[in-house]
């Protein structure tokens, strides 16, 4: 606990998220070549890029899913990937939201939020439920408290997995694609949640091909190619002062439709 | 064909009404094997996948191995081991223990199997959620994979259910006073062998409940597919 405490009272300025140097090979394949990553308290940074390009396995090293071969993750100030570190507990201060929403089919919709709550951090069902209705209220969900994943439409079920996440209180959320499996027409709603969630102070790591989102809600976009950051910047800087050909031409691919 | 024999032999209802008393006793007794039995062995199905899921190799190996020893040995082989050898061995475990454990263990490498295609059958995401909350990889099996896991194969839990109900009158053999065996020695009492048509009545009033259940679940499972 001294770790955690110590990291806080110097934290204030410490990043969020400080991952340095980050390797991770599948075998023989080499999916992230020394990948450094630093988001500030408050900071919504967004990662763009081809797919196969090694994103979702970045984000999933920010919180041990994938564990990286070699290089360092820091969740402000604490070393996660240090011997020793109760991963379990680490987690409960990183949220994450996937792109196929993965919520529990058995379970309604506040049965998902309340899980964590109960059996991770030991709120009695009470204080869990008050908790859930109130991360439900935030995505504008809390009338389908009752409801079970295959009575909400995509975009509802997503914004109960991002209510799942932010009802734990993490210090960051990491959105991998959240949008990516939804109908069009769906879509505003679910990045209407995470721009609520900005606003409110949230950090977030996005993983996203929304680009006109990016432009509006993003403080940095990060474009990586062949498990490298090729480019790194403000969303102008980026998107309209591009550096480099290969961020060039893939703008060119997904804007075109 | 004489069917004044045929009526003595398989339908004397006063047979019945002599030895009901006796009959009711098996029946009770293969209810309670069956209420110790299915329980365990499930819950010991289900830990065994659990452990199989985690693919820890130390583990994996004498597991696997139990398994299959568990599987090709035939239950009345089994039975006879744990009857006669468990006390031997110093156990000295009533036979109904000795019957419980063996079918136990026969009928939980049968679950295990059942429901470690189950659990593979849930997708990986699933674990992912539970793990990125924080939830341990057994608080994650126990309260998101396993019930669903299970939910995925009710037809082939509830079949093989059903067989083992069927197959705990093996401990007939064994003389654990049973169904089957209490339809043998009422049969020895009466001269006639209508106890035993008695003794398939109840086995058929028993399990046709499940059996209509297995069919409701097969067919529900075929129309979410
Ligand atoms: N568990 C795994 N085992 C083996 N290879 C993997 C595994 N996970 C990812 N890969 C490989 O790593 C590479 C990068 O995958 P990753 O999912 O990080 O890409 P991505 O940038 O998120 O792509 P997409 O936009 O398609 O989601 C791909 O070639 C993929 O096949
Ligand atoms: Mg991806």
Redesign the pocket.
């Known amino acids: 606990m001294s770790d955690t405490d110590t990291g806080r009272a110097t934290g204030r300025r410490d990043p969020v998220v400080e991952a340095l140097d980050i390797h991770k090979s599948?075998?023989d394949?080499e999916?992230l070549k020394g990948v450094s990553l630093t988001v500030d308290p408050q900071e919504l940074v967004f990662i763009i890029?081809?797919?196969?390009?090694?994103?979702?396995?970045?984000l999933r090293c920010c919180n041990l899913l994938e564990q990286p071969t070699s290089g360092i993750v820091r969740i402000t100030g604490e070393e996660i990937t240090a011997k020793g570190v109760d991963i379990n507990l680490v987690r409960q201060r990183i949220g994450m939201v996937f792109q196929s929403f993965n919520l529990y089919p058995h379970m309604s919709a506040i049965g998902n939020v309340t899980l964590a709550l109960r059996r991770v951090q030991k709120m009695d069902a009470a204080a869990a439920e008050a908790k859930a209705h109130e991360a439900l209220s935030k995505v504008g969900l809390d009338h389908k408290a009752q409801s079970y994943p295959s009575e909400l439409s995509g975009g509802q079920q997503q914004r109960v997995a991002i209510a799942r996440a932010i009802a734990m209180e993490p210090e960051v959320v990491l959105f991998?694609?959240p949008t990516s499996a939804l109908d069009p027409e769906l879509v505003g709603s679910v990045l209407e949640v995470m721009r609520d969630l900005r606003e409110s102070g949230m950090t977030m790591v996005v993983?996203s091909h929304e680009m006109r989102f990016a432009e509006q809600a993003a403080d940095r976009v990060i474009f990586?190619d062949g498990g490298v950051i090729v480019e790194e910047g403000t969303p102008q800087q980026v998107f309209r002062d591009t550096q480099h050909e290969r961020t060039r031409s893939f703008l060119a691919r997904v804007t075109d439709h | 064909m004489d069917w004044e024999v045929i009526r003595f032999s398989f339908f004397h209802w006063e047979s019945i009404q002599q030895v009901y008393p006796l009959l009711l006793d098996g029946w009770w007794m293969t209810i309670k094997l069956c209420l110790a039995v299915v329980p365990l062995g499930f819950t010991l199905g289900c830990m065994i996948a659990t452990v199989h899921s985690f693919h820890v190799r130390m583990l994996n190996y004498p597991l696997i191995f139990a398994v299959d020893f568990f599987r090709s040995i035939p239950p009345l082989v089994l039975l006879i081991y744990t009857v006669y050898g468990l006390p031997l061995l110093g156990w000295d475990v009533p036979a109904f223990g000795a019957v419980v454990v063996a079918f136990t263990f026969n009928s939980a490498s049968y679950y295990g199997e059942i429901i470690r295609a189950g659990i593979e059958s849930i997708p990986k995401g699933q674990m992912e959620a539970a793990r990125s909350t924080g939830l341990t990889r057994l608080q994650a099996m126990i309260h998101v994979i396993l019930p669903q896991a299970v939910r995925n194969v009710a037809p082939d839990l509830t079949s093989n259910t059903l067989e083992l109900i069927k197959a705990t009158s093996i401990a007939s053999v064994v003389a654990l006073p049973e169904l089957l065996r209490m339809g043998r020695v009422t049969q020895g009492l009466v001269y006639n062998a209508t106890p035993l048509i008695a003794v398939a009545v109840i086995y058929l009033i028993m399990l046709w409940p499940m059996v209509r259940l297995l069919s409701r679940l097969e067919r529900r499972m075929m129309s979410s597919r």
Do not use: A, H, N, W
């Open positions: 599948f075998g394949l999916v890029g081809p797919s196969g390009s090694g994103k979702s396995t970045m991998d694609e993983v990586m």
